[in-house]
């Protein structure tokens, strides 16, 4: 189930700001899934899943970070990026990401 945040600004003295209405609501990014398959030696994938992305850059980023943190695993300092494919399916945003 997505998270909801919920953002409020107070201004010091200012009571006026709560008269506009409700505080609008903004759903932040659910991370759903990831998976790490290893092609080769040398090439290894990574599949995410993010509901309601704020931006694609969010889906390809938390790609990003499933492979750094897979290379961490394997004894490695880094990870080279290859290439990543983003789309859309109902909402959800899947990322198809390679990485040597």
Do not use: K
Not at 8 to 13: K, T
Not at 53 to 62: E, L, M, N, R, S
Not at 75 to 85: E, P, S, Y
Request: glycine share 12%.
């Amino acid at each position: 189930m997505g998270r909801r945040v919920l953002g409020l600004a107070l201004a010091s003295g200012l009571t006026g700001a709560c008269a506009s209405g409700p505080a609008e609501v903004a759903q932040a990014p659910d991370y759903r899934w990831a998976e790490t398959l290893r092609m080769s030696e040398e090439l290894v994938n990574i599949r995410v899943g993010v509901e309601n992305p704020t931006d694609p850059g969010q889906v390809a980023a938390y790609a990003d970070c499933v492979a750094s943190n897979y290379a961490l695993l394997q004894g490695f300092a880094f990870a080279r990026h290859v290439r990543t494919t983003l789309t859309e399916e109902g909402g959800l945003w899947l990322g198809d990401a390679v990485y040597t």
